[in-house]
């Protein structure tokens, strides 16, 4: 009976998810779990949950494998209102059908996770190993890998402490100045350490066959991201979703199609515009004046209206993923004199990491991107 429950709930603590063989501090295998009985051991007033009709009780059906103070707190006399009979199935049950679907899937279904957090106009977000791993699990039909090398948190790119990040302000910094902001400078440094000395190293010695990215960040910098991923390597792109605050993919949400027009049908010169209206619509008299007798390309949705949830499902980002590589050939065969492309966004984050992945540093022009300021738009940095 103790063996089964350790089994069926994978040596993990079944609330915290915790790994319950690891001495925290010799690193020696060390058995820290306890099993809990969900109604109590004995049919009295003292034994958490016990004046329940339940007859047997020591059963792997009523017993869960936590750590010790997991077990503390569910049986505490203050918390009994909290973790009743009910709740803990819920959670044991939770815990241990995710434990037997992750530890079913095939070898080819094991995904490196990639996490690049940073703060969005002083906002940011929770995006927990935890939180990637549940979403891989629930959304991809992955498991996730987080490998030893990477301090069992996968690949973090953490960019709240970057100097700058809380002050920027292009407003002070001259137009001529790509990327010229110390912040932008800083940020791409810290994104290029983590990439070549962690996420490559790993696809060089084949330890990572499959990667799903998490990114939330300044759009210059999510695209910049996408822009540095090894383009042999399958890759999904994950969305946070301001609907519920998760990333979880919705595979009830409508499927959104995208298409480009030509706004502004000026010959083909060495630069061009391409304006992004996903999330949200950028006006033309926002354009900057320097851009506004340049060839002006737009994305925008087809049959529904530009929103901050647009990409809910995942067959829509592929929408716009395909209207991107649509357009990138369309340059490259009608349109080879526009060597930069001036880059003007309202989208998902999601879609910024896509544009980055998409272009094919090799063939398609370089991406001069621009970021939203109180004075409005200006030159965050060029990806060349």
């Not at 051991?41 to 103070?69: F, I, K, W, Y």
């Not at 990637?132 to 069992?152: C, K, M």
């Not at 991107?324 to 998902?348: G, I, N, T, W, Y």
């Amino acid at each position: 009976m103790r063996l089964e429950v350790w089994v069926r709930s994978g040596g993990r603590c079944a609330i915290c998810n915790r790994y319950l063989l690891d001495g925290g501090m010799t690193g020696r295998t060390v058995r820290q779990g306890e099993l809990a009985h969900i109604v109590g051991q004995q049919q009295t007033a003292g034994s958490p949950r016990g004046e329940h009709d339940l007859v047997e009780r020591d059963t792997a059906d009523n017993l869960m494998l936590v750590c010790a103070d997991e077990h503390d707190e569910i049986d505490a006399s203050g918390t009994l209102d909290v973790f009743t009979v009910e709740r803990l199935r819920a959670l044991k049950r939770a815990h241990e059908d995710r434990i037997k679907h992750v530890t079913g899937l095939a070898d080819d279904r094991a995904t490196t996770v990639l996490r690049m957090v940073g703060r969005v106009r002083g906002q940011e977000v929770e995006l927990t190993r935890q939180t990637a791993a549940t979403t891989v699990i629930t959304s991809g039909d992955r498991y996730p890998l987080f490998l030893e090398s990477y301090e069992r948190h996968g690949v973090e790119i953490d960019l709240r402490h970057v100097a700058g990040e809380m002050t920027i302000d292009l407003r002070d910094i001259p137009d001529e100045e790509i990327g010229g902001s110390p912040y932008y400078r800083a940020a791409t440094a810290a994104i290029d350490e983590v990439i070549d000395n962690q996420l490559n190293r790993g696809i060089a010695r084949d330890k990572v066959a499959h990667l799903s990215v998490f990114g939330f960040a300044r759009l210059p910098l999510l695209v910049y991201l996408g822009s540095r991923l090894d383009d042999t390597v399958p890759t999904d792109i994950y969305q946070r979703h301001r609907e519920d605050e998760s990333w979880s993919w919705s595979s009830t949400a409508p499927v959104v199609g995208f298409a480009v027009h030509l706004d502004v049908d000026q010959p083909p010169a060495h630069e061009a515009v391409l304006v992004l209206n996903l999330s949200g619509t950028i006006q033309p008299e926002e354009v900057p004046h320097q851009l506004a007798g340049l060839r002006r390309y737009r994305i925008s949705p087809v049959g529904a209206a530009a929103a901050p949830d647009v990409l809910r499902n995942r067959a829509s980002l592929t929408q716009f993923q395909e209207v991107l590589r649509s357009l990138f050939a369309d340059l490259e065969a009608s349109a080879k004199q526009v060597r930069r492309l001036h880059v003007l966004f309202a989208v998902p984050l999601s879609a910024g990491v896509s544009l980055g992945r998409v272009r094919d540093r090799q063939v398609h022009p370089a991406l001069v991107l621009y970021d939203r300021t109180p004075s409005g738009y200006r030159r965050a940095l060029e990806i060349p």
